[in-house]
């Protein structure tokens, strides 16, 4: 005789649990089926599992799937499964007392047994996840009968503390999970999670890659399967061809550009899970903006958990696009965020890594593709310079840089390679541009000396350069600041002695006098050779890139007053001197004061105040 159908109570306080996750453990009701598809998962697994040591078993293993079926009409959806199922004594223990893992117990069980190879693929861990359920759902019904036992047991509760318990008529192995969803009224902004279409997004976005087929039957009656299962980061790398790496690329992405690099790895050991990144060709046009997509996916045991994973890896590193697949990451109840712990640091340490050695090796075997990889991710990557000091070495090592030199990119182990044996600095100049840098006159003196001048004109290098001081024993110079006056030895800076001419000294003065409210000091100049003027910073003065840069974040950036260096040597100077000399109080002497500054500012890609006074200063002085 069937026993009589039984009432029961949830144990623990189950109405108010029951609320709680309704209401406030999960943010996105799509992770439901998610949740239900993870545990048909897993009572596979089992069931497969335990057929090995059960000769019982081992017929009941044939086409194992998950089905999912929904009526409309009825607004019902169905989830089954033909695994392992689950005892009258089993659905108390698991599902009348919630957060009890089923999973988590059969593990710690087969540990104790001293079973020598667990189930990589289970997933279940805080036990809730069949609860997600309700948010949707009005009532659901488990209908469900262990392989190997004879009794089927039909599980039902409306979610409001109590459930009830009987036996089935069910005569295959397996579970069926059915949910009356509620009334479309009630769900507000919910979608309708009976239409099959909504269904098949869900399922792939978040499962997949689950390892078994999960079928739904199509508006033809015609069954077909709803997710890929290639999950190619979990077979050998040597095995996947680069057809197969293109298609997953494209499946991930929607990216229809070949990827430039593909980086697969395995860390083993204290922290293990695998990850599958990709360099793409093409920078996104949203790379600058503060609120992009990261790109990385992570999942755990193939089961997608959340876009977009910016603990995964840093921030210079968003270009990358790809999944990290885990065992076991500390992730909040509702397996949606991932909480900061030591395995995440961990994690991050060695994606970045890698990635930095993969950048490496595609620097010394494929130059050509490293450069164009340059071109579209090389402003990001330096961002590393200054947010990220353990790597930052490492960081430029990689980097490539345009240089006075020969024509083409160079790491700064070719321009050192390149350096005078007595030069022990590496020197450089930051620009708005690439033009307006290599032709700064503030290189004129190093031109003809032959040294050789890193061109920076990336804003963010106004950001690392006061970050970074040397490379390898050599210090980062800027030949913008300071004073300049190359000796032999190929020495810069202010341990040189200041450029003096006495015949000048009255004029600089008058000049200063003239520019008080512009620049500090007007003197010689020790790196003018062909330009008249120039404006040279101090060694922690903003350069006008940064304040530029400053303002237009909307920061109050208080106006830096710079020293104005002339060029005694040229006609224009020259033509000054004899005006001053014959008449210093010459109004053609401020006109031509004004005229050098507006030069020197204008050389070095900034701007004029009052560009209209400019313009008139140097129609004058032609008319003239």
Request: aromatic share 8%; proline share 4%.
């Given at each position: 005789m069937p026993e009589s159908r039984q009432t029961f109570t949830f144990q623990a306080e189950a109405r108010q649990l029951l609320d709680l996750m309704i209401h406030s453990v999960y943010s996105n009701p799509d992770i439901f089926l998610r949740e239900l598809v993870s545990n048909a998962s897993d009572a596979l697994d089992k069931l497969r599992f335990e057929a090995l040591t059960n000769e019982s078993l081992s017929g009941l293993t044939g086409d194992l799937h998950i089905q999912i079926a929904t009526v409309p009409a009825d607004r019902t959806l169905a989830i089954s499964d033909n695994g392992i199922g689950m005892n009258r004594d089993e659905l108390v223990e698991f599902i009348g007392t919630i957060a009890r893992s089923g999973t988590k117990e059969y593990v710690k069980l087969l540990r104790e047994k001293g079973s020598g190879s667990l189930p990589e693929e289970l997933i279940g861990q805080f036990g809730i996840g069949f609860y997600s359920s309700f948010m949707v759902a009005g009532r659901v019904t488990i209908v469900t009968r262990r392989a190997g036992e004879e009794k089927a047991w039909k599980w039902e509760s409306p979610g409001d503390g109590t459930y009830t318990l009987e036996e089935d008529a069910r005569q295959e192995q397996g579970t069926t999970?059915?949910?009356?969803?509620?009334?479309?009224?009630?769900?507000?902004?919910?979608?309708?999670?009976?239409d099959p279409e909504i269904i098949r997004e869900i399922i792939r976005r978040y499962s997949d890659f689950v390892a078994?087929?999960?079928?739904m039957k199509d508006e033809n009656g015609a069954e077909a399967a709803l997710n890929s299962m290639k999950a190619l980061w979990t077979r050998p790398e040597s095995e996947i061809t680069e057809e197969e790496h293109k298609e997953f690329y494209r499946h991930i992405t929607h990216d229809w550009n070949k990827p430039a690099r593909m980086i697969f790895f395995k860390a083993e050991g204290g922290m293990e899970f695998r990850a599958l990144l990709y360099v793409p060709s093409k920078a996104p046009l949203d790379m600058f903006i503060r609120d992009m997509a990261r790109g990385i996916q992570l999942y755990i045991r193939r089961i997608f958990i959340m876009d977009d994973c910016r603990d995964i890896v840093p921030e210079y590193l968003r270009f990358l696009r790809g999944l990290v697949d885990s065992e076991d990451l500390p992730l909040n109840i509702s397996r949606e965020m991932l909480q900061q712990s030591r395995q995440v640091e961990t994690i991050r340490k060695s994606v970045t890594r890698k990635v930095l050695d993969s950048l490496a090796s595609m620097l010394k075997d494929t130059r050509e593709a490293y450069v164009s990889f340059w071109q579209e991710f090389g402003k990001v990557l330096k961002e590393g310079l200054f947010s990220d000091a353990r790597n930052r070495e490492r960081i430029l090592e990689v980097a490539l840089f345009e240089t006075t030199g020969p024509d083409g990119l160079a790491t700064l182990d070719e321009y050192v390679g390149r350096m005078p044996g007595e030069q022990d600095e590496i020197y450089y100049v930051t620009a708005p541009t690439l033009?307006?840098?290599?032709?700064?006159?503030?290189?004129?003196?190093?031109?003809?000396?032959?040294r050789e001048v890193l061109i920076l004109a990336d804003p963010v290098d106004?950001?690392?350069?006061?970050?970074?001081?040397?490379?390898?024993?050599?210090?980062f110079t800027s030949v913008a600041r300071g004073l300049v006056d190359l000796d032999e030895s190929g020495k810069s800076g202010a341990e040189n002695e200041k450029p003096s001419d006495e015949g000048l000294d009255a004029l600089l003065k008058y000049l200063g006098k003239t520019l008080e409210d512009e620049v500090k000091?007007?003197?010689?100049?020790?790196?003018?050779?062909?330009?008249?003027?120039?404006l040279v910073g101090e060694d922690f003065d903003l350069s006008p890139q940064m304040e530029a840069l400053l303002r237009a974040a909307g920061q109050d950036v208080l106006k830096v007053r710079r020293n104005l260096e002339i060029?005694?040597?040229?006609?224009?100077?020259?033509?000054?001197?004899?005006?001053?000399?014959e008449e210093p109080s010459d109004p053609r002497v401020a006109r031509f004061a004004r005229i050098l500054f507006g030069l020197a500012a204008l050389s070095e890609g900034g701007r004029i105040d009052d560009p209209t006074a400019f313009s008139r200063e140097v129609a004058d002085l032609l008319a003239e």
């Amino acid at each position: 005789m069937p026993e009589s159908r039984q009432t029961f109570t949830f144990q623990a306080e189950a109405r108010q649990l029951l609320d709680l996750m309704i209401h406030s453990v999960y943010s996105n009701p799509d992770i439901f089926l998610r949740e239900l598809v993870s545990n048909a998962s897993d009572a596979l697994d089992k069931l497969r599992f335990e057929a090995l040591t059960n000769e019982s078993l081992s017929g009941l293993t044939g086409d194992l799937h998950i089905q999912i079926a929904t009526v409309p009409a009825d607004r019902t959806l169905a989830i089954s499964d033909n695994g392992i199922g689950m005892n009258r004594d089993e659905l108390v223990e698991f599902i009348g007392t919630i957060a009890r893992s089923g999973t988590k117990e059969y593990v710690k069980l087969l540990r104790e047994k001293g079973s020598g190879s667990l189930p990589e693929e289970l997933i279940g861990q805080f036990g809730i996840g069949f609860y997600s359920s309700f948010m949707v759902a009005g009532r659901v019904t488990i209908v469900t009968r262990r392989a190997g036992e004879e009794k089927a047991w039909k599980w039902e509760s409306p979610g409001d503390g109590t459930y009830t318990l009987e036996e089935d008529a069910r005569q295959e192995q397996g579970t069926t999970v059915t949910l009356f969803l509620k009334p479309k009224e009630e769900e507000g902004s919910f979608r309708d999670y009976s239409d099959p279409e909504i269904i098949r997004e869900i399922i792939r976005r978040y499962s997949d890659f689950v390892a078994w087929p999960i079928r739904m039957k199509d508006e033809n009656g015609a069954e077909a399967a709803l997710n890929s299962m290639k999950a190619l980061w979990t077979r050998p790398e040597s095995e996947i061809t680069e057809e197969e790496h293109k298609e997953f690329y494209r499946h991930i992405t929607h990216d229809w550009n070949k990827p430039a690099r593909m980086i697969f790895f395995k860390a083993e050991g204290g922290m293990e899970f695998r990850a599958l990144l990709y360099v793409p060709s093409k920078a996104p046009l949203d790379m600058f903006i503060r609120d992009m997509a990261r790109g990385i996916q992570l999942y755990i045991r193939r089961i997608f958990i959340m876009d977009d994973c910016r603990d995964i890896v840093p921030e210079y590193l968003r270009f990358l696009r790809g999944l990290v697949d885990s065992e076991d990451l500390p992730l909040n109840i509702s397996r949606e965020m991932l909480q900061q712990s030591r395995q995440v640091e961990t994690i991050r340490k060695s994606v970045t890594r890698k990635v930095l050695d993969s950048l490496a090796s595609m620097l010394k075997d494929t130059r050509e593709a490293y450069v164009s990889f340059w071109q579209e991710f090389g402003k990001v990557l330096k961002e590393g310079l200054f947010s990220d000091a353990r790597n930052r070495e490492r960081i430029l090592e990689v980097a490539l840089f345009e240089t006075t030199g020969p024509d083409g990119l160079a790491t700064l182990d070719e321009y050192v390679g390149r350096m005078p044996g007595e030069q022990d600095e590496i020197y450089y100049v930051t620009a708005p541009t690439l033009t307006v840098g290599k032709n700064s006159p503030h290189l004129e003196a190093f031109a003809s000396k032959g040294r050789e001048v890193l061109i920076l004109a990336d804003p963010v290098d106004e950001i690392w350069t006061p970050a970074v001081t040397e490379y390898k024993g050599k210090k980062f110079t800027s030949v913008a600041r300071g004073l300049v006056d190359l000796d032999e030895s190929g020495k810069s800076g202010a341990e040189n002695e200041k450029p003096s001419d006495e015949g000048l000294d009255a004029l600089l003065k008058y000049l200063g006098k003239t520019l008080e409210d512009e620049v500090k000091e007007v003197r010689i100049s020790g790196r003018l050779k062909a330009s008249p003027s120039c404006l040279v910073g101090e060694d922690f003065d903003l350069s006008p890139q940064m304040e530029a840069l400053l303002r237009a974040a909307g920061q109050d950036v208080l106006k830096v007053r710079r020293n104005l260096e002339i060029n005694p040597s040229h006609p224009l100077v020259g033509k000054l001197r004899k005006i001053y000399e014959e008449e210093p109080s010459d109004p053609r002497v401020a006109r031509f004061a004004r005229i050098l500054f507006g030069l020197a500012a204008l050389s070095e890609g900034g701007r004029i105040d009052d560009p209209t006074a400019f313009s008139r200063e140097v129609a004058d002085l032609l008319a003239e």
